[in-house]
T-cell receptor, first 111, second 117 residues
């Protein structure tokens, strides 16, 4: 079945450094979503990417969807302590259906 | 913005008892609600998808007789863990998708931490 892999599992950065998490699907996706879950909290929707090669920005966050629609990345520029949390990607297959979540990347930021 | 509530936020129960968790969409109608389970430091595992007025669709490996789901209205879905055992201890999170055409966002509830002793 469809699998969504996310790396790295953990990332520790100094405040001000950049951060990137990568998401790879075993099958072509119709769309991919990104969520952030703060420690002890619940996932919060960040964005959805639909088009091949799409790039979207939200302030210091840049989201990319690969040309083949099988991979995606989230890049944070100049991390801040408020960026701490686990970032999940979630992909939906071409046949529609359920979202498959990646394992998440836990980001910690040292002030 | 869209708000989803869950009740209770924490519950401790004895082995063999049943626990009901409620998921409510507070300011929108949700034709579809999802139930996830999350173990510490792990991802969200979809347990079932429920559509208002019809039977829930369970994921492979999820026992429908153990995890009873009822989506009786457009704003409420319930998950009942029957005859709970310690291995059922987990963080259960629901999410809801608005019924508006083309809506793709899922709004997550705050989760329910179940501990079975």
């Amino acid at each position: 079945g469809q699998q969504v892999m996310q790396i790295p599992q953990y990332q520790h950065v100094q405040e001000g450094e950049d951060f990137t998490t990568y998401c790879n699907s075993s099958t072509t996706l119709s769309n991919i979503q990104w969520y952030k879950q703060r420690p002890g909290g619940h996932p919060v929707f960040l964005i959805q990417l639909v088009k091949s090669g799409e790039v979207k920005k939200q302030k210091r966050l840049t989201f990319q969807f690969g040309e083949a629609k099988k991979n995606s990345s989230l890049h944070i520029t100049a991390t801040q302590t408020t960026d701490v949390g686990t970032y999940f990607c979630a992909g939906r297959g071409n046949q529609g259906g359920k979202l498959i979540f990646g394992q998440g990347t836990e980001l910690s930021v040292k002030p | 913005g869209a708000v989803v509530s869950q009740h209770p936020s924490r519950v401790i129960c004895k082995s063999g008892t049943s626990v009901k968790i409620e998921c409510r969409s507070l300011d929108f109608q949700a034709t579809t609600m999802f139930w996830y389970r999350q173990f510490p430091k792990q991802s969200l595992m979809l347990m079932a998808t429920s559509n208002e007025g019809s039977k829930a669709t369970y994921e492979q490996g999820v026992e429908k007789d153990k995890f009873l789901i009822n989506h009786a209205s457009l704003t409420l879905s319930t998950l009942t863990v029957t005859s709970a055992h310690p291995e059922d201890s987990s963080f259960y999170i629901c999410s809801a998708r608005p019924g508006t055409s083309g809506s793709y966002e899922q709004y997550f509830g705050p989760g329910t931490r179940l501990t079975v002793t």
